[in-house]
Structure formats: structure tokens, C-alpha cells
């Protein structure tokens, strides 16, 4: 059974909490990766056991999950992937705080400051996007070059290297 936190909230309470281990096998990373998310500050444990061991819950499951997601599948930088963590973690203190205050400047300013902070992750998508379409573009030069190899072979000729093609086919 996990260690607890010493002084654990009504709500930890409910909730396991799990050892770095345990997350490791949850989230397919390793030990090792996690610490040094932490390091970075991509990530912060939900407590400690009286042990003194990291404790993680659902929410840390789902943040490493989603940089996990980042990284592998969508192949952001971990420096990428920290603004874009830090541009969320502001995006929920602005909501709190715009639906706290009823001050026109403070929710002028919340408002402002949320628009930048979305243009910037458009901003970086985009070039993620660019930087993708420029690599499927490649490969499709690298491909049509291959098919006139391939024709010029089906059709009796010798393949020549007259076609256009692209760096590396």
C-alpha cells in the first residue's frame, strides 16, 4: 500500500497517490524522465509520504500524459512544451480571477493578457505546422522521384537520374 502525506487534505484522502514507480508504469515513462520533468518544472508532485517519497495523483497522471502526447506525438521541445504549460496554468488563474473581479481594467487586463498568450501557442502551431508540411512536401518529391524510377524500369528503360528530385531520394 502507498505512504500518505502526513497531514493529507479530505480530498488526497479519496484519492490514491501514487510512487514514481507506480507513475512510471501508468504513463509508459521513466523514473528518470519524470524526475528531470520535475527538474525542468514541467511538473510538481502532489506531496510527499512521511518517507519522504514523491507522491503523484490523477492530475500529475494527466499533465505527464499530455506532455508525453506533446513531445512524442505532436514533437514539441520540452522548452516548447513549458510554455505552453505555463500559458495554461495562466489561462485558469485569469478564469478564476476574471469571474472574482468586476473591475473593467482588471478584466481588460486579464483579457489582453490572454489574447497574447494564445497568440503565442497559434504562433508556435503554426510553425509546427509549417515545419511539418515542408517535411511532407519533401517526402512527396522523394516519392513522385522514386515512381519515375519505377516507371522507367516497368516501361524497359534504365532509371535515370535526369528527373527532379529532391535533397536525399
Known amino acids: 500500500m502507498t505512504d500518505t502525506t502526513t497531514t493529507p487534505s479530505p480530498d488526497a484522502e479519496a484519492e490514491r497517490l501514487l ?8 504513463t509508459g515513462l521513466t523514473a528518470r524522465t519524470i524526475r528531470y520533468y520535475e527538474e525542468l518544472g ?5 506531496g510527499r509520504s512521511d518517507g519522504a ?3 503523484y495523483d490523477s492530475e500529475d497522471l ?11 506525438d505532436a514533437g514539441f521541445s ?3 512544451i513549458g510554455q505552453l504549460l505555463e ?12 469571474r472574482e473581479t468586476r473591475d473593467p481594467d482588471e478584466r481588460r487586463a486579464i483579457l489582453v493578457d490572454a489574447i497574447v498568450r494564445v497568440d503565442r501557442q497559434v504562433g508556435s502551431l503554426e510553425r509546427k505546422r509549417e515545419r511539418l508540411d515542408a517535411m ?10 522514386l515512381r519515375m524510377h519505377l516507371a522507367d524500369l ?16
Open 62 to 72: 494527466e499533465r505527464l500524459r499530455f506532455i508525453r502526447g506533446l513531445r512524442d
Open 53 to 55: 517519497y514523491r507522491l
Open 19 to 26: 510512487r514514481i514507480q507506480e507513475v512510471a508504469a501508468e
Open 154 to 169: 516497368e516501361a524497359g528503360r534504365e532509371p535515370t537520374h535526369d528527373h527532379p528530385r529532391s535533397t536525399g531520394a
Open 42 to 46: 514541467l511538473l510538481a508532485p502532489a
Open 87 to 98: 500559458d495554461e496554468q495562466a489561462r485558469a488563474h485569469n478564469r478564476r480571477h476574471f
Open 136 to 145: 511532407i512536401a519533401e517526402a512527396g518529391e522523394r516519392r513522385a522521384h
Open 78 to 80: 520540452l522548452a516548447e
